[in-house]
């Protein structure tokens, strides 16, 4: 492309000096890249003209302009930063600067787009995948380049979004990593800055190579349906004019298009084939005013019906992300549900752009708009949180507190608190004060005294109930319980824990470990193999890392289990057989020394995975497995039987027996059966004693694994009346 065509698509407002900036850095970039090829076998120059082009569509300052036709120079060619900041200024430099960092980042995937040039820097760069940790890392340095100048990632958004339209060229090993990581993290971060037209395209895009079956289905739907649905439009449109008009409203009034991947994500929640959606049809109104807006929404809904619970005012109640829009669904003419959005000029531009959009209303280019602070001085909240805080649980993090829907509740004074999707009343109190949150001990929500584990819905008004002293409980920690979901939360009530004394802590975490391993029926353990996993550096500092809650016990229990399948050659003591519960996949337990041998799980002590095992060679039934301290295997006389085993890949599920102690009470064994049914666990058997209103329950289970076992015994332990639920032990 030449400059001339290049200049033609950028925005009428730069100045002439603006121009001859934009043209140095043309011309420098295309010097630079040289002869630089990428993999389509285009120049590679024309990379950075196509990012230049995507943020001139977002009517971004020509400052950005220049950063994206440069973007890649630092990285890629001989040109220095030095270099750049003489050429031009030191804020273009930052820029360049700020986005080069962004794509060293080590675990930030790029794709082999430069096949061949002069830089000695890199020519190629390997492939890498992404995993959980390195997520978190590459998370914390993006955001925290966000907080120091949001522009860095605007340039860095639309280098993503044109890797994107090029992925089909790159590596095929390597396109399903690039795609998940932009689903994982540049989707949701346009989404979070209100760029709702890049966030679009980066999803749609992306959901192409990561489910290309799931695609290419709805792909060949929504084109099968595409000239009906486009009729209907039309006549809906032209209804929707007319009582408009009637009523004196002037209004743009258009189809609201319908992306792959929000109908892929549609069917999911509402479990439902494609054929079943009938809402895939949307307009989207614009009008003069906020005023004209709900006049407008008076107009629809008395023309058409309204459907209950699909309203939602995002003018009087903003998202956090700054979108605003009324949202309403309506049964049409032809009785099929229409969904209708209501919005300003202005709130349009903003959802389309977000962030970027207020440039498009610099008054004087000089003035920045309200809204636009905010989202700087929100975003910035949002950092500051996180300093302190492990890497490990950055994703979780940001996926719960940035990514994920929100929910808009009510301080007793009519405040409005924005909090992600699932939170608590814990979460609430936390993020109204700390000192609040740590003396939390109960809830009101509108009036209604509600359990800590409640889980708080828009428009909901929330009271936290307060003691004068103490601090927060240890189980508010325990991921089973449900009880926190905001990272914030979590920090704080770890800080609180970090602060007590090191003998405390180190009590509370050896009680915590063993109170688990004895609900479990686990015995024996050697921490010395475990510590070293969890970077301590004694088994004492183990105990206190579980006190202060930096690692749950169930981490511990799932880290044995995992030793414990690799250790094919750990010495056990087993357990032998009465009766066989039935016939295990071949590759569900591991026989050393004999291969294609049956093996049958022993009824008496019901071993599971996590569980020390041993084999005993049966007559004509192969190998069944017992417990280390199975009665059975305690008693046998010929030991030459025994044999050495281990856990492969469990195929099924796992019988274990399991014991409640509780006060009776109306509705506990509702509760009991509500936590089974919840966890999608088999119950095989059950029965129930009592003796002076103090129940035993036995149950029998079908788990698949320790972790789930451990998950299941902590919710039946923390329902009302329940004394203690543990695994029954053999004999």
């Known amino acids: 492309m030449q400059f001339e065509q290049f200049l033609e698509k950028l925005p009428q407002n730069y100045s002439a000096l603006d121009i001859e900036q934009i043209k140095k850095a043309y011309e420098l970039g295309e010097q630079a890249h040289g002869d630089q090829l990428l993999v389509s076998g285009l120049p590679y120059f024309s990379h950075c003209i196509s990012v230049a ?10 400052e950005l302009i220049i950063a994206g036709l440069l973007h890649d120079v630092i990285e890629d060619t001989e040109i220095s930063l030095d270099e750049i900041e003489k050429e031009f200024n030191t804020e273009i430099a930052t820029l360049i600067d700020g986005v ?8 930030l995937l790029r794709g082999d787009l430069l096949i061949e040039g002069k830089s000695p820097q890199k020519t190629v760069v390997s492939h890498r995948k992404v995993r959980e940790e390195e997520i978190a890392e590459t998370l914390r340095k993006t955001f ?13 958004l639309a280098d993503r979004l044109h890797i994107m339209r090029m992925l089909s060229k790159l590596d095929e090993n390597l396109q399903k990593d690039i795609a998940q990581e932009t689903l994982d993290i540049f989707a949701p971060l346009a989404n979070r800055l209100g760029i709702w037209q890049v966030k679009w395209e980066l999803q749609d895009r992306a959901f192409r190579f990561v489910a290309p079956t799931e695609y290419k289905e709805i792909a060949e739907k929504l084109a099968n ?34 992306h792959i ?10 479990e439902m084939p494609f054929e079943m959606l009938m809402d895939l049809r949307g307009v989207r109104l614009i009008v003069d005013d906020v005023a004209t807006c709900y006049k407008a929404l008076g107009v629809v809904h008395m023309k058409w019906r309204p459907i209950p619970g699909e309203f939602d005012d995002y003018i009087a109640a903003k998202k956090d992300n700054n979108y605003q829009s009324l949202h309403t669904a309506v049964i049409f003419d032809d009785g099929r549900p229409l969904e209708i959005q209501i919005r300003t000029e202005e709130m349009h531009e903003s959802a389309e752009f977000g962030i970027a959009a207020h440039w498009r209303y610099k008054e004087g280019g000089a003035k920045i708009k309200e809204s636009y602070q905010q989202k700087i001085s929100w975003l910035r909240s949002l950092f500051s949180l996180r300093q302190d805080e492990d890497d490990e649980d950055i994703v979780e993090s940001w996926k719960s507190d940035v990514f994920k829907d929100r929910v808009y509740v009510l301080t007793p004074q009519g405040d409005i608190i924005d909090l992600p999707a699932g939170s608590t009343p814990i979460d609430f109190a936390y993020h109204v004060h700390t000192e609040i949150g740590h003396r939390c001990r109960g809830a009101k929500i509108n009036g209604k005294l509600v359990s800590l584990d409640y889980v708080l819905e828009t428009g909901n008004q929330v009271e936290v109930l307060t003691a004068k002293r103490g601090g927060p409980s240890r189980d508010w920690l325990n991921p089973n319980l449900g009880l926190v979901k905001t990272s914030r ?50 088994v004492d500092d183990l105990y206190v890392a579980i006190g202060c809650g930096d690692i749950g016990a169930g ?28 016939i295990m996949p071949s590759d569900s337990v591991q026989v050393m020394g004999l291969k294609g041998i049956a093996t049958t799980i022993g009824k008496c002590c019901n071993p599971m995975p996590g569980d020390e095992i041993i084999g005993y060679i049966t007559r004509g039934r192969g190998a069944t497995i017992h417990r280390q301290d199975c009665p059975n295997i305690l008693r046998v006389d010929e030991k030459e039987r025994l044999i050495k085993v281990s856990w492969g890949h469990p195929g099924k599920t796992f019988t274990v027996p399991v014991q409640i102690k509780a006060y009776d009470r109306q509705g506990l064994m509702a ?32 788990v698949q694994g320790i972790s789930q076992l451990s998950r299941i015994l902590t919710r039946l332990e923390n329902l009302p009346n329940v004394l203690e639920a543990k695994r029954r032990r053999p004999g």
Request: charged share 35%.
């Open 100 to 107: 080069t960092k962004l794509t060293n980042l080590p675990n």
């Open 225 to 258: 349906r595409r000239a009906d649905r486009e009729h209907q439009i039309e006549e809906i449109i032209n209804r929707l004019q007319k009582a408009l008009s009637e009523e004196g409203i002037t209004a743009k009034i258009s189809g609201r298009p319908k």
């Open 261 to 270: 991947y929000s109908i892929y994500q549609k069917m999911k929640r509402k």
């Open 144 to 156: 925290l380049a966000m907080s120091d100048d949001i522009r860095v990632v605007l340039v860095k």
């Open 489 to 538: 939360a979590r920090s704080k009530i770890k800080q609180w824990f970090k602060q007590q004394d090191r003998e405390l802590n180190l009590s509370q975490g050896k009680a915590v470990l063993e109170k688990e391993f004895k609900r479990l029926g686990i015995k024996d353990v050697n921490l010395d193999t475990i510590y070293p996993e969890f970077a301590m550096r004694t």
């Open 671 to 702: 509760d009991i059966s509500n936590i089974i049914s919840e966890e999608s666990v088999n119950l095989i058997d059950m029965s129930m004693k009592m003796n002076q209103h103090l129940a035993a329950i036995k149950l029998v289970l079908g």
């Open 555 to 582: 981490r511990i229990i799932n880290k044995i289990a995992e030793i414990e399948d690799e250790d094919l050659e750990s010495e056990f003591e087993l357990d032998l057989v009465e009766e066989p519960s039935g």
């Open 53 to 62: 082009l995507i943020l001139a569509e977002l009517s971004v300052p020509p």
